[in-house]
């Protein structure tokens, strides 16, 4: 299979604007599939509602759009009933942890086997702008039109104290380490977060004067270090990338068929 087998083609133009970092995250989620040369058939990619879910029309796996917050309920659903699938939930950063943030916590909590995409751009983008959980202190929205007041999450602690058992961050510079990521996380028996800084120039950009996307792939390029570097030791301010959990513990959907068979089984 090649990349392009696993896209669905007929649905393109895509949707998003140019420059909009969620086309990277599909062009690098879809190369790590392929490397892994996953059957279509085997695999179910649950989104919700934003731009970034938006991904799961445009590949040709098994895929439900839900409702905003909500793939990760959906997916568990998925999980439970077809434990042998590989799950994918690509989410942005508004569904994943504001009105999904309870969802995101307990899947985290359970290690149900699936990968979460979060494709952080620090803004609601489908909607027009309102700030997030990501958007960070002094930034502007337009539900902050004088710059947020609330301090954003630390997703990679968030994911790491609610018990994922993968956690990563890359970001759509980065697109082979993104790639390579993205690999080790679907492989990973468990709960995997990777967190994409991905770039919405139309509706965080322009607001935030951050520039045109290029502008903003290469603030990536700069504030942003690998794990364990040189790099990484000279600039402690600056935001890691890499694996920053990857551990081994029981498996939610494979720990309840365990208990099935000790019941006695389903026949
Ligand atoms: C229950 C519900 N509340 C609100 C909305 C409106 N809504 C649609 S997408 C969205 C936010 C999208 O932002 P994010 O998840 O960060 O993704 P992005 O568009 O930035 O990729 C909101 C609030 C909705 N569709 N359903
Ligand atoms: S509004 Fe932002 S997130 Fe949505 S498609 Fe445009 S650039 Fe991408």
Not at 135 to 152: E, F, K, Q, R, V
Not at 201 to 226: C, I, W
């Amino acid at each position: 299979m090649s990349v392009r087998d696993y896209l669905r083609e007929r649905f393109f133009p895509h949707m998003w604007c140019p420059g909009c970092g969620h086309g990277i995250v599909l062009n690098n989620l879809l190369r790590a599939v392929e490397r892994l040369q996953l059957d279509k058939s085997d695999i179910v990619m649950v989104s919700g509602i934003g731009c970034s879910a938006r991904i799961s029309g445009y590949v040709d796996f098994h895929t439900m759009h839900t409702i905003h917050g909500r793939a990760l309920a959906f997916a568990t659903g998925v999980k439970m009933s077809r434990p042998e699938l590989t799950v994918l939930v690509p989410m942005g950063d508004g569904d994943a942890l504001a009105i999904g943030g309870n969802h995101f916590l307990h899947a985290a909590r359970r290690n149900i086997d699936m990968t979460a995409i979060i494709m952080n751009n620090r803004i609601y983008g489908m909607t027009g702008g309102q700030f997030s959980p990501l958007t960070g202190c002094g930034l502007m929205g337009t539900t902050a039109p004088y710059g947020t007041i609330d301090p954003d999450f630390d997703l990679v602690a968030l994911s790491r104290a609610a018990g994922a058992s993968f956690v990563a961050r890359s970001t759509t510079y980065h697109v082979n380490e993104l790639a390579g990521i993205l690999e080790k996380a679907i492989r990973h028996k468990g709960f995997s977060v990777v967190e994409v800084m991905s770039q919405c120039p139309t509706n965080f950009g322009r607001r935030n004067k951050a520039g045109s996307a290029v502008d903003m792939l290469e603030t990536y390029r700069h504030q942003t270090v690998a794990l364990g570097s040189k790099a990484a030791d000279e600039a402690p301010d600056k935001i890691r990338r890499g694996i920053f959990v990857e551990t081994e513990r029981p498996e939610y959907a494979a720990e309840y068929e365990k208990m099935v068979q000790n019941l006695g089984g389903t026949d």
